[in-house]
């Protein structure tokens, strides 16, 4: 391909300068051999390398994916355009009203690993979901330190030094946490708290982040719910008085048996706990989606129209799955997306187009939204084959309005799984918006690479 055929690729198609490089680059990729050798360096326990590659086989891509900086832009300003709405009094009393009476107490923290998730459309990122417990944010950080060039013009590019900015991030919005919350004395401990944390999936990422708080001076326990107990106003783990709580639990408004501490010590603020149930119900619950593309609704609680025209261009049509208009969505099935209220990782979500009677049934039972399906973004990861590709959404790490972090999550069948062989989390380079050039012959090099 030469500079006279810019932007064309061989069937034609006007390609973005993004799009080629996810279809012809792979001169950045992942260094496996590096890869072990940082993790065996990391060391946070003996055997974690053999129980990462147990636990998480697939947890890392081949391949970088590719985001134009107009698309980074929107997404930056889609996440402002929320932001902006969720501190409106009128959005936070109709959502609130409707979620548990935990989600009601005001803790003070904000909600840390806010996760923004999207679809690269033509005409611009559709955001899919945003989530309150989002993982990876370490796992992206070891990924980041061992990226490896083939050509010089990338090299340059690469974010090891990036990675060590976001642990600084991380260990810094433990701290804000803490502060927002009122606490004047230091932060030393936190509890790092899951459902049968050692059998999680992404156990071995928790192993990190209690490496990374340890290395930064605070104690650091790995927990389930049901180990915490409350004495005196003081949230224990063991004979640890625990100062806050990084909540990976699913049981977001903490209504399990097993909760009942962490539930208890929400309400008294016995410790920080973050995230939380308010957090969930003013950013993941999956209804929030309809209200935030309703144009009549935004109009309603006093978005200012700049916002909703942001929101409307950015957020797909959704709508909450009722008995008067189960008809119509079934018949429109196969253009939509169907997706639990409260649902995550992808759980109990369905492309309408594979829905069978059984669970259309259940759908319209209650407890569903119906989603315009935006088609994922697609990475080609093999040189010489263009029919190998797979699929990607691009998740953004937020904190208090800002973007922290953006990884991309390479995948096959309906929704992201880290089931896929060559799959897994991969860095997103930023590319400019001008057009690129491209070596002729095989496209194994950027000839002014961008990423």
């Known amino acids: 391909m030469t500079g006279s055929d810019c932007g064309k690729w061989a069937d034609g198609a006007t390609l973005a300068p993004s799009e080629r490089l996810n279809a012809a680059c792979f001169c950045v ?6 890869l072990h050798e940082a993790i065996e360096a990391a060391c946070p326990q003996p055997g974690f390398l053999a129980l990462l590659q147990e636990r998480c086989p ?8 590719f985001v134009s900086a107009q698309q980074a832009a929107r997404i930056r300003a889609l996440v402002d355009a929320i932001e902006s709405v969720v501190a409106l009094p009128a959005y936070q009393a109709e959502v609130l009203a409707r979620a548990p009476a935990i989600a009601r107490h005001q803790p003070g923290a904000s909600g840390v690993f806010f996760g923004y998730d999207f679809h690269l459309a033509d005409d611009g990122p559709r955001l899919i979901e945003i989530n309150t417990n989002a993982g990876g944010a370490m796992l992206n950080a070891l990924l980041a330190r061992v990226q490896r060039a083939s050509c010089e013009s990338a090299q340059d590019r690469l974010p090891a030094a990036a990675a060590d900015a976001l642990e600084a991030r991380i260990v810094a919005m433990f701290h804000s946490e803490w502060a927002m919350s009122g606490r004047t004395r230091p932060l030393r401990s936190i509890a790092i708290i899951d459902e049968t944390p050692a059998g999680q999936y992404l156990y071995p990422e928790f192993l990190l982040f209690k490496q990374l708080f340890e290395a930064n001076g605070l104690q650091a326990v790995i927990a389930a719910p049901e180990d915490l107990r409350l004495r005196d ?11 806050l709580v990084y909540n990976r639990l699913t049981d977001f408004y903490f209504e399990a048996d097993a909760s009942a501490v962490l539930r208890d010590a929400c309400l008294q603020d016995a410790a920080v706990i973050t ?16 209200l935030l593309s309703d144009p009549v609704q935004l109009q309603r609680l006093g978005v200012p129209e700049s916002t909703q025209a942001v929101l409307l261009a950015h957020i797909p049509p959704t709508e909450i799955v009722t008995a008067d208009n189960a008809g119509r969505l079934w018949n429109a099935r196969k253009q939509l997306f169907f997706k639990p209220f409260a649902g995550f990782g992808s759980r109990a979500a369905y492309r309408g187009d594979k829905l069978t009677q059984r669970v259309w049934q259940a759908i319209i039972a209650g407890g569903y939204i119906a989603q315009a399906l935006v088609a994922p973004g697609e990475r080609r990861v093999s040189a010489h084959d263009p029919s190998q590709a797979l699929k990607f959404d691009v998740r953004a790490y937020v904190y208090a309005s800002r973007v922290q ?5 390479l995948y096959q069948g309906q929704t992201t799984n ?11 380079y930023e590319t400019p918006d001008a057009c690129l050039d491209l070596q002729d012959g095989p496209a194994r090099h950027c000839a002014r690479c961008a990423c």
């Open 405 to 409: 972090w953006t990884a991309a999550r």
């Open 275 to 290: 995230p939380h149930p308010r957090a969930h119900a003013l950013y993941a619950d999956k209804r929030n989606l309809a």
């Open 233 to 243: 106003g003081v949230l224990y783990c063991g004979a640890h008085a625990i100062d």
């Open 29 to 34: 990729g992942l260094d496996v051999d590096a």
């Open 58 to 65: 697939y947890a890392f891509a081949a391949h970088p994916v």
């Open 418 to 428: 880290f089931r896929t062989p060559g799959g897994g989390f991969a860095p997103v």
